[in-house]
T-cell receptor, first 117, second 112 residues
Framework: GAVVSQHPSRVICKSGTSVKIECRSL??????MFWYRQFPKQSLMLMAT?????????EQGVEKDKFLINHASLTLSTLTVTSAHPEDSSFYIC?????????????FGEGSRLTVL | AQSVAQPEDQVNVAEGNPLTVKCTYS??????LFWYVQYPNRGLQFLLK??????LVKGSYGFEAEFNKSQTSFHLKKPSALVSDSALYFC??????????FGAGTTVTVRA
């Protein structure tokens, strides 16, 4: 199946710093990528839809100035957690779907665990 | 709005026994249903999907799921569970914009 890569897999940062997480589709072009957040032993919560060449669409309750999303190319979307605080500690997962004719499923990255001290 | 529900937080079975993970859905229009599996500190791996066609869908690692329109269910099944099947399983429904809504997840533990 298609491959989606996330980097870094783990990051620890101090409170007040910003952290960037990258999501790449390695063998297909993705006009749309999605960013999810997952708390321990809980389900995935959709944060935003990342659209190549345009602004991201955020879900209700997600602060767009806090979670900056950039989808600069058809294979790369980035999530920047700005001025991170301990409550931002979470597992962040991206997903992507191939454009054009595709079989419907989303492909997920391996996730990035953010710990804010 | 569309949604899925996984009524069981945990499922425990002995290795070699059948495994069933339950999922019910609520959609307006045709459902696009998926099952994913997640191992600790990993992303989600696609198992199978129902878009249209046969109600019995076969997927990866010996899993299958049966789409039942009258009961609005999409239960995941495996005839003979393995210890390595122990993981967190998510049922999901997709809308026309490719957004997935996930169930709460079911933790499967297969004991040797």
């Amino acid at each position: 199946g298609a491959v989606v890569s996330q980097h870094p897999s783990r990051v620890i940062c101090k409170s007040g710093t910003s952290v960037k997480i990258e999501c790449r589709s390695l063998d297909f072009q993705a006009t749309t990528m999605f960013w999810y957040r997952q708390f321990p032993k809980q389900s995935l919560m959709l944060m935003a839809t990342s659209n190549e060449g345009s602004k991201a669409t955020y879900e209700q309750g997600v602060e767009k100035d806090k979670f900056l999303i950039n989808h600069a190319s058809l294979t790369l979307s980035t999530l920047t957690v700005t001025s991170a605080h301990p409550e931002d500690s979470s597992f962040y997962i991206c997903s992507a779907t191939p454009g054009g004719r595709n079989t419907g499923e989303l492909f997920f990255g391996e996730g990035s665990r953010l710990t804010v001290l | 709005a569309q949604s899925v529900a996984q009524p069981e937080d945990q499922v425990n079975v002995a290795e070699g026994n059948p495994l069933t993970v339950k999922c019910t859905y609520s959609v307006s229009g045709n459902p696009y249903l998926f099952w994913y599996v997640q191992y600790p500190n990993r992303g989600l791996q696609f198992l199978l999907k129902y878009i249209t066609g046969d109600n019995l869908v076969k997927g990866s690692y010996g899993f299958e799921a049966e789409f039942n329109k009258s009961q609005t269910s999409f239960h995941l099944k495996k005839p003979s569970a393995l210890v390595s099947d122990s993981a967190l399983y998510f049922c999901a429904v997709r809308d026309n914009d490719y957004k997935l809504s996930f169930g709460a997840g079911t933790t499967v533990t297969v004991r040797a």
